[in-house]
C-alpha cells in the first residue's frame, strides 16, 4: 500500500520523539517494530500504524506500581481481576482502541489476508436469528479459534505470551462487535419491547425514594450528574468491554456520592448500601436500552474476559434491573395503601411524605429540646449537691476542733500544718459553690477525708 507525498510527509512529522522508560514501554516496544517493518525509506510509510502509535504516545505517563497494560493486562486492572491499582479506567480503554487501530491496520496487510477473510466469513455467515446466547456462544467459539492462529502469526508473534493473547482477543471482540453490532444489539422485537416494558416501569416507580429504600436523606441532595453521565453513555459504545467500562465510572462514582451523603470514606461502602443506592439512581435516571445493554454485555463478552471488578458491578446492575421489575410493597416494607398511592397519584404519595418529613422533623426538634432540658436538670441537680456538700464540710470544719484529734503520727502532723496556717480553717466559710476553683475543690476533698478519718478515730 503507497502513500503520497503528502500523506508520507504529514505521517513523518507525526513520528515521536525517543520515548521514556515506563510501564508501556511493552507497548511501545512492539508498536515501534511494527513502524520499523513499515518504513521502506527514510521518509516514507506503507503502513498506517503512526496514528496508533501517536495515540499511545498522547496518553499520560505518570503511572508506576503493579499496572502494566501489556505484561499485567491479564492479571492487575480491575476489568479483568478485580484489583485496583489506581490506573484510569479512561487510560486503559485509550490504550486498547490504540491497539485496536493497529490490529485493524495489521488485519490489511498482505500477509495477513487468509485471517481477514475467516473473519469476513464468519461476519458474513454470522446467524442473528437464532437467541443471543447462542450467538454470544458462537462468537466465543470464534475468537477462541483465531487467537491460536494471530497468536503465532508473524504480525503478532511479538507479544508477550499472556498478555499479548489477552490483548488479542480484546482487539478481535472489539472488531468483530463493532462490525456486528447492528445486527446482534437489540436483536429482535422482544429485545425493544423488553426495554419499553422496563422504562415503563421505572416511570411508575417514581415515587420511591431515599426513605422507602433506606439510604440517609442526604442522597437526595446530593448531585448525581457523574454517575448518570456514565451510565448514558453507554448507548455510544458498540464492544462489550466498551460498555462494561462505563458500568464501571458510573458505579465508582455512585460510590462517592454514597460516602459523601452518609459522612463515610468511600471503602466504608459496602454491597447492602451499594445495591440499594445502585437502585435509587436507576429509578431516578431511567436510562434508555438498559435491558439490552445488560444483556448485550452478559451474552457477548468473552468469558476469560468477564472477571474481576466490571463483572461484580455488572451482577449488581442486574440485580438492580431484577429488583425493579419484581418491586411491590412487601419488599420495601412499605403498607400496600401508601405503595398504590404512589402508582395511582404520585402526586398524592408525595404530599403525604412532605407531611411525614415536617412531622419527623418537629419530633426530632423535641426530642433534642427534651434531651437539651433534661440535661440542664442534670447539671442544675449536681451543682446543687455540690453546693450542699461543701456547705456541710464549711460548717464542720468551723464547729469542730480539729487540733484535739492531732497525734504525733505523720497525718496528724499534716493536719496541725494545715491548721496552724492563719485563716485556712475556716476560708471557705463565706464562700459560695460557683466561686470555688478546681483547686479549692481537690483542697476541700482532701481536708474532708482527713476530717471524717480524724472522726472515726475519735
Not at 333 to 349: R, T, V, Y
Not at 376 to 385: A, F
Request: glycine residues 8%.
Amino acid at each position: 500500500m503507497g502513500m503520497t507525498p503528502s500523506t508520507a510527509a504529514r505521517a513523518d512529522s507525526e513520528v515521536p520523539l525517543p520515548l521514556p522508560k515506563t510501564c508501556f514501554q511493552p507497548v511501545y516496544e512492539w508498536l515501534w517494530a511494527g513502524m520499523r517493518g513499515y518504513y521502506t525509506g527514510p521518509g516514507a510509510l506503507v503502513g498506517g500504524v503512526g496514528a496508533g502509535v501517536g495515540m499511545v504516545v498522547g496518553l499520560p505517563l505518570n503511572l508506576a506500581g503493579r499496572f502494566s497494560p501489556w505484561v499485567g493486562f491479564r492479571t492487575t486492572h480491575p476489568l479483568h481481576s478485580g484489583g485496583d491499582d489506581g490506573q484510569s479506567d479512561g487510560e486503559e480503554a485509550a490504550l486498547i482502541a490504540a491497539c485496536a487501530h493497529d490490529f485493524n491496520e495489521r488485519l490489511l496487510r498482505p500477509d495477513a489476508r487468509p485471517l481477514l477473510d475467516q473473519i469476513t466469513a464468519f461476519v458474513a455467515g454470522h446467524d442473528a436469528g437464532v437467541g443471543l446466547e447462542e450467538q454470544g456462544r458462537a462468537l466465543h467459539a470464534f475468537v477462541d479459534s483465531m487467537e491460536a492462529q494471530m497468536a503465532v502469526h508473524p504480525l503478532w508473534s511479538h507479544l508477550p505470551v499472556d498478555s499479548g493473547r489477552a490483548l488479542l482477543v480484546e482487539c478481535l471482540e472489539r472488531h468483530l462487535t463493532h462490525t456486528l453490532h447492528s445486527r446482534i444489539f437489540l436483536c429482535g422485537p422482544s429485545a425493544a419491547r423488553q426495554d419499553e416494558d422496563l422504562f415503563r416501569r421505572i416511570l411508575s416507580l417514581q415515587f420511591i425514594g431515599t426513605r422507602q429504600l433506606g439510604l440517609p436523606a442526604g442522597l437526595a441532595r446530593v448531585s448525581l450528574e457523574s454517575a448518570q453521565e456514565a451510565l448514558f453513555t453507554i448507548n455510544s459504545k458498540r464492544s462489550p468491554y466498551e460498555k462494561t467500562c462505563c458500568l464501571l465510572r458510573c458505579a465508582r462514582n455512585l460510590l462517592r456520592k454514597l460516602a459523601e451523603a452518609s459522612n463515610r470514606r468511600t471503602e466504608e461502602i459496602g454491597a447492602d448500601d451499594f445495591l440499594p443506592g445502585l437502585i435509587y439512581l436507576l429509578l431516578k435516571s431511567n436510562p434508555p436500552l438498559l435491558h439490552s445493554n445488560l444483556r448485550y454485555i452478559s451474552c457477548f463478552r468473552h468469558p476469560a474476559r468477564a472477571a474481576g471488578e466490571g463483572a461484580y458491578y455488572l451482577v449488581h446492575f442486574v440485580s438492580a434491573v431484577s429488583f425493579i421489575e419484581n418491586l411491590d410493597a412487601a419488599l420495601l416494607n412499605m403498607d400496600p395503601a401508601d405503595f398504590e398511592l404512589g402508582l395511582s397519584d404520585p402526586d398524592a404519595f408525595a404530599e403525604r411524605e412532605r407531611q411525614r418529613d415536617a412531622e419527623e422533623e418537629e419530633e426530632a426538634r423535641r426530642r433534642q429540646e427534651e434531651e437539651a432540658a433534661a440535661a440542664l436538670r442534670r447539671s442544675d441537680s449536681d451543682s446543687d449537691e455540690l453546693e450542699g456538700d461543701v456547705s456541710s464540710w464549711v460548717y464542720l470544719n468551723k464547729k469542730t476542733d480539729i487540733s484535739a484529734f492531732a497525734t504525733s503520727s505523720a497525718d496528724n502532723t499534716t493536719v496541725d500544718e494545715a491548721n496552724e496556717e492563719e485563716g485556712q480553717e475556716d476560708r471557705f466559710l463565706d464562700v459560695e459553690a460557683e466561686q470555688l476553683g478546681a483547686a479549692d475543690v481537690a483542697e476541700l476533698l482532701q481536708r474532708y477525708k482527713l476530717l471524717v478519718e480524724r472522726l472515726r478515730q475519735a
